[in-house]
């Protein structure tokens, strides 16, 4: 709603919105109440034209220095429709992007976005209008029930780049400000202990022994190990070297530039390794199919992840808790922060303490011994008992 207001010198002036542009045209009347009437009584009529579609502002303030924009070669070319509007950022900004995030962006694009929002000028795309999607996605069905509010969030977190871009091209007020993102549940860390690591171990399938050594030992993710080429694996200097990953069925960068880094291996991943090598050493890839293609992230946690936590009477968890479980066991053990954290590919150990701050008993060591010594012993006294 539009308001009268007075200028420090006295005189009164509108100040009202049109076309998503917050306009002030100046008056020469003096603020008194008759004058004050009047301008009321004009910008009642301005709103009323302006929600019936039949405003002229040229025809009200013809010396505005902004009525050319209000023209009607100006109003067509700022009333595009949300979809041309939409595809012509994804294609401005696609190349900035990994490729994981071009294919999830588009599919918001064309499965929520762009119906919902297809022939709306994007300029008149209001905060009501936001939420009220944002209600309509709540109510929709996912893989696994309604869709969570997370994944609610990463659709209007698109919405909100693409209309951050329209505020500014056309020098709008931004109707994404003050709406929060919607709650969203913290993941639950569930890290095996050193035992239930090792009774997994046990009742793993053979020929993925190897690979799960390594899934625990190392924290790598699982685009990282589903990814990782034997020319990357530094037998000499016992370092894995994380340069590419495989996402999507499709080869893409580390997930971030500290991602791209050296883990190093300890005894047992070496030994896992070079097993490993025996079996796929003449492939490009350490772990693979029979015809060296990559694995399926979705079938291996069918085939082999699930049934092995089922078999080993272990509580049913989702593969990346290796990872989380490689963190706890060197943290547990007294292995530096900072080592883990470049371990793990996280910039700093901010995320670390975040995480996984309950696992952390003392700051002590920097570089991969102690956590070595407490794993020998471990299996020293396991083969002793047997």
Known sequence: MGKIRVTKAGYLYFDFFYQGIRCREYTKLKNTPENFKIMKAALEKIESEILLGTFDYPKYFPGSRIATQFSQDTKKSDGIPFEEFAQQWYKNN????????????????????????????????????????????????????????????????????????????????????????????KSHIMPFSLKEVFTFLDMVPRDFYNYYVVRFFTGMRTAEIDGLKWVYVDFNNKKIHIRETWQNNQWVPPKTESSVREIDMSEIVEKALLCQKEKTGHLELVFCTKTGKPLDYNNVSKRIWYPTLKKAGLTPRTPYQTRHTAATLWLASGENPEWIAKQLGHSDTQMLFKIYSKFI???????????????????????RDE
Do not use: C
Not at 130 to 140: E, M
Not at 361 to 383: Q, V, W
């Open 94 to 185: 696609m190349i900035s992007w990994k490729p994981s995030v071009r294919k999830d962006f588009k599919s918001i694009l064309n499965y929520h976005l762009i119906p919902h929002f297809k022939d709306i000028p994007v300029i008149h795309i209001t905060k009501a209008m936001i939420k009220n999607f944002r209600t309509s996605l709540a109510q929709l069905e996912g893989r696994k029930g309604p869709l969570s509010n997370k994944r609610i969030n990463n659709i209007l977190s698109v919405l909100r780049l693409i209309l951050n871009e329209a505020a500014e091209e056309y020098e709008i007020s931004n109707p994404f400000v003050k709406i929060k993102p919607l709650p969203v549940r």
């Open 361 to 383: 008993p003392n700051l002590t060591r920097k570089d991969g011994s102690a956590f070595e010594r407490i794993l020998n012993e471990y299996i020293t006294n396991r083969e």
